[in-house]
């Protein structure tokens, strides 16, 4: 089992469902050290003080708030544990809204709600009732002294809880200067909607990959091993089309011809990398052995 990060009850009425708090989510970023160039030494930053350049104990920095006027409004570790939410053991359910009627523009990071030992019904009996309702929990917890906003809702068998920017932290699109009701064609407006049909699927999380993470990968799998790294020019971007029917129907025309190379990259990541040799083989594509898994998917679907 994971370790929750925060422990307590979902508190709605005179009812509590004893929970732990886990991430769902997690980064698979490549991170990268700072070095200099010539030496490979590492860069360590440190904290100094303006206009001295003396590095400052962590004990002797305190928070300073800068105004408009561009003053600095110093406060105390002291003023601000004065201020901090009052630490309490349970997430407050204040309502239960339809979950449609939430945008997802206020959703910030996702959790598993998982149940206490011996608390499985409690647990099961909200997770059902709010499956049947159709609705998700509205309510405030604290954790590591800030306050969150945040829904609850079930997926599948889990409570999934997600924090939520508060009403005043999404931005309002009013300032920018987008279109407001605009004539169109009938025929501009069909093949829009053959456009989008062409690219309608069931949505499957497995089908979208890192493309970008799998290259940083292999570009340093192949430093590692001391190979040599060929630096590709890239492709100038190709002229925008500015007749709009001509690019709908050429966007039609690639979408399905995307569709099926799709499809046979999907077939091709679920094969292993001999049989991708194999293919590669028959292809008779130069350098395969070489060649890492992705970059061997990439070369048999240009092949085909």
Do not use: C
């Not at 732990?20 to 490549?30: F, M, P, Q, V």
């Not at 998982?114 to 019904?121: E, S």
């Not at 997770?127 to 917890?141: C, D």
Request: hydrophobic fraction near 35%.
């Amino acid at each position: 089992m994971p370790r929750a990060i925060w422990t307590g009850a979902i508190a709605f009425g005179l009812v509590n469902v004893p929970v732990g708090l886990y991430s769902a989510t997690e980064s698979k970023t490549i991170h990268f050290h700072q070095v200099q160039k010539n030496t490979g030494r590492r860069i360590r930053n440190k904290r100094v003080a303006e206009g001295t350049g003396r590095e400052v104990d962590y004990d002797a920095i305190v928070k300073g708030y800068e105004t408009d006027d561009g003053d600095l409004i110093i406060v105390t570790p002291e003023e601000l544990e004065s201020v901090e939410p009052t630490k309490t053991r349970s997430i407050e359910i204040e309502d239960f809204v339809e979950i449609d009627q939430i945008d997802p523009i206020y959703y910030d990071k996702s959790y598993f709600l998982a149940p206490a030992d011996g608390t499985q019904k409690p647990y099961a009996l909200l997770r059902e009732a709010m499956e049947r309702s159709g609705r998700v929990a509205i309510g405030r917890f604290v954790m590591r002294n800030k306050e969150y906003l945040a829904a609850i809702r079930p997926m599948d068998e889990v409570l999934v809880l997600e924090t939520m920017h508060f009403g005043d932290e999404v931005r309002s699109p009013d300032e920018l200067d987008v279109p407001g009701k605009v004539k169109l064609t009938d025929r501009e407006l069909k093949i829009a909607g053959q456009l989008i049909e062409s690219l309608t699927t069931d949505f499957d999380p497995a089908a979208y990959t890192d493309t970008y993470r799998e290259r940083v990968a292999d570009l340093v799998r192949q430093k590692a091993e001391g190979g040599d790294v060929v630096i590709e020019e890239k492709e100038e971007e190709a002229e925008k089309v500015t007749d709009i029917m001509a690019a709908l129907e050429a966007s039609l025309d690639d979408a399905r011809q995307s569709r099926q190379a799709r499809k046979q990259r999907r077939e091709l990541e679920g094969l292993s990398k001999g049989e991708l040799k194999k293919r590669a083989t028959k292809a008779k594509i130069d350098g395969r052995s070489q060649m890492s898994k992705v970059e061997l998917i990439e070369a048999l679907g240009e092949a085909s």
